[in-house]
């Protein structure tokens, strides 16, 4: 039977001190461990920047100016995620003998995309402030990237064993180690699930592909890229939820992250309305006015130019003085 198989437990981390004393430095006596999902979700960060750079840098920002951004955007973002993944699972963390420290333990995985969105939104604020560009040139900016982003950071969930939905026969069923606590009570240990983590990314990656050409062929701008973003991302999120098994809060018979998702959805609309009133026409500048980047080396040129300009002048009248007083002659 077809399946996709799921990456063994031992992958989920890679020791680098075990690995070098193995190689015979015996003196390296520090067991540093490096997560595969941290790796895909550090991945995802730098392919995100780098589109959302080559954007800005194209409509006139100073190159890796978003780097800035980033610097209050990432870590507010990896806050506002692990909170709301906190929030919305509780009971997981919090109960008599608990280890309250794991809530701390971003590395075995659950960063909630919404509550992320959420607190990174807010520093990229900040830094928007800081470096004086346009909120929403920024997070247009971001947008197609931070699909891509989350489509990468998806294999790391592949690798914890952690976003896969109801059970299927397809013969693209995601096979799951028996006792992962996701797993209803009463499966056959051969049973597949629906590999979520393969939707969404799939989904992820078309959403930034459509996002690219509404920015290349429409010009989307005034934060309506962004807007496309919530409503893209958050209409497969809602569907997706219906088959996924891990546990979650319910509201009113539907999952939190569904709510959250409608919440995006309208969000995104509410955008794209008061966006389009209030700028019906294109985006001045990527800069705050009076905040604008001036490149160095344009300027340095154009002061070149203007010294050159100027001992051609000088030259000029040199010459025409010299040709106009010189000797004349005397008859004897």
């Known amino acids: 039977m077809l399946s996709i198989p799921s990456p063994p437990a031992q992958w989920r981390s890679f020791n680098i001190g075990e690995w070098l004393r ?65 929030a919305i699972n509780w009971g997981d963390y919090v109960y008599p003998g608990a280890d309250l420290w794991r809530i701390l333990y971003i590395w075995e995985g659950g960063l909630a995309i919404f509550g992320a969105v959420i607190l990174g939104a807010l520093g990229v604020w900040i830094g928007c402030r800081i470096t004086g560009l ?18 990468i950071g998806r294999f790391g969930n592949w690798f914890n064993q952690e976003l896969f ?38 989904w992820n990656f078309a959403g930034a592909i459509l996002l690219v050409l509404l920015l290349g062929k429409l010009k989307v701008q005034w934060g309506q890229l962004f807007a ?3 409503i893209w991302y958050s209409v497969g999120r809602f569907f997706m939820e219906f088959i996924r098994l891990d546990a979650n809060a319910v509201f009113f018979g539907v999952r939190v992250n569904q709510w959250a998702a409608v919440a995006a959805i309208l969000l995104g609309l509410l955008i794209i309305l008061i966006q389009r009133s209030r700028h019906p026409g294109s985006e001045p500048s990527v800069y705050r006015p009076g905040k604008e980047w001036e490149d160095e080396t344009e300027v340095d040129l154009e002061e070149r130019w203007d010294v050159d300009e100027l001992l051609a002048s000088d030259t000029e009248k040199t010459t025409s003085q010299s040709t106009t007083s010189g000797p004349s002659s005397t008859d004897t």
């Open 22 to 86: 193995s190689l015979g430095l015996e003196w390296f006596g520090v067991n540093l461990s490096i997560n595969a999902y941290a790796l895909f979700i550090l991945l995802g960060i730098t392919v995100a920047l780098v589109i959302a750079n080559a954007i800005l840098v194209r409509r006139g920002a100073e190159p890796w100016v978003v780097i800035d951004v980033a610097l209050y955007a990432v870590p507010f973002g990896i806050l506002g995620g692990r909170l709301f993944h906190v």
């Open 134 to 151: 346009r909120f929403w040139s920024v997070a247009d900016a971001m947008a197609p990237g931070m699909l891509v982003a989350q489509g």
């Open 165 to 202: 939905g109801a059970p299927t026969d397809l013969p693209w069923g995601l096979e799951i180690d028996p006792g992962n606590r996701a797993i209803p009570a009463g499966l056959p240990a051969e049973t597949l699930f629906h590999p979520l983590f393969l939707y969404e990314m799939l």
């Open 228 to 230: 496309g973003y919530l």
